[in-house]
């Protein structure tokens, strides 16, 4: 039988990334109707972080960020302990995400629930930029 002292220190496997319910309302209400190809839980293996879409065919990264969780206008005092690692956590999602040449675009809970419009023409636009330019560079390899 193991002491109490050395189950304490065992280091446990990190759970597998599961979705949130956010996640899901955003990829049904938005990523399947304008049709776009998305990777769910893109892992980004050098940061040992995942997101939570990536459009393979406009290069973009989505994140959907819980008002909460994601600590939506507090000041970083009044944060808790995991509001304040959360940030800390999305700053280098962020920072990687653009060193790699992904844009990464993020979208509040509140905009989604309460601005849908908003966000559908954010995404439209920005898929349908990252897409065109995509094109573009496609044809301009086909030639040679």
Same mark, same amino acid.
């Given at each position: 039988? *193991?002491?109490l002292?050395?189950?304490? %220190?065992?280091? %446990?496997p990190? &759970?597998k990334?599961g979705? +949130?319910?956010?996640?899901?309302?955003f990829?049904?209400?938005?990523?399947d /109707?304008? #049709?776009?190809?998305y990777v769910?839980q893109?892992?980004?293996?050098?940061?040992?972080?995942f997101y939570?879409?990536?459009? @393979?065919?406009?290069?973009?990264?989505?994140? /959907?960020?819980?008002?909460?969780?994601? +600590?939506y206008?507090?000041?970083?005092? @009044?944060?808790? &302990?995991?509001?304040k690692?959360n940030?800390? /956590?999305?700053?280098?999602?962020?920072e990687?995400?653009l +060193?790699? #040449?992904? &844009?990464i675009?993020?979208?509040?809970?509140?905009?989604?629930?309460?601005? &849908?419009? *908003?966000?559908m023409k954010?995404?439209? @636009?920005?898929? #349908?930029?990252?897409?065109?330019?995509q094109?573009k560079?496609?044809?301009?390899n086909?030639?040679?």
């Amino acid at each position: 039988m *193991k002491k109490l002292s050395e189950a304490v %220190r065992k280091k %446990r496997p990190h &759970p597998k990334y599961g979705t +949130s319910k956010l996640e899901d309302y955003f990829a049904e209400n938005f990523l399947d /109707v304008i #049709g776009v190809r998305y990777v769910r839980q893109y892992e980004a293996k050098d940061i040992g972080r995942f997101y939570d879409f990536y459009c @393979e065919d406009a290069n973009v990264i989505i994140e /959907v960020d819980g008002d909460y969780y994601h +600590s939506y206008g507090l000041k970083y005092e @009044e944060k808790n &302990p995991m509001q304040k690692h959360n940030e800390r /956590v999305d700053k280098l999602k962020d920072e990687w995400a653009l +060193s790699n #040449g992904k &844009p990464i675009l993020r979208f509040w809970e509140h905009d989604i629930r309460d601005n &849908p419009e *908003k966000v559908m023409k954010t995404l439209k @636009e920005a898929i #349908g930029k990252y897409t065109e330019k995509q094109e573009k560079i496609r044809k301009k390899n086909n030639r040679h």
